[in-house]
């Protein structure tokens, strides 16, 4: 929806008041574009973690992937998550 959005406000005039008053900001476009690259990232990822036949070591190298590409990722899905329930045995100590 999002990527939507980005492809049909080329198309909007901008010199209406009545549309411009409900679209976002130029700044939240930016920052719409941003996240939606990042989202984009993770999609992958989160497919991945659908399917049937994985196994732990699958994810763990996922989202080590994921931690290496985005680092502010590792307070959520890091082996010493605040989540986990025991850091020592996910990092493998």
């Not at 036949?53 to 931690?67: A, E, K, P, Q, Y």
């Amino acid at each position: 929806m999002v990527h939507r959005y980005h492809e049909l406000i080329k198309f909007m005039d901008a010199d209406d008041d009545d549309i411009m008053e409900l679209l976002p900001s130029p700044a939240c476009n930016r920052r719409l574009k941003t996240l939606y690259a990042e989202l984009k990232d993770i999609e992958s990822v989160s497919k991945a973690l659908q399917a049937n036949d994985i196994t732990l070591l699958d994810v763990r190298v996922w989202f080590d992937g994921l931690i290496a590409a985005h680092p502010n990722f590792a307070d959520y899905i890091g082996p010493r998550a605040t989540i986990v329930h025991s850091p020592d045995f996910e990092s493998g100590c």
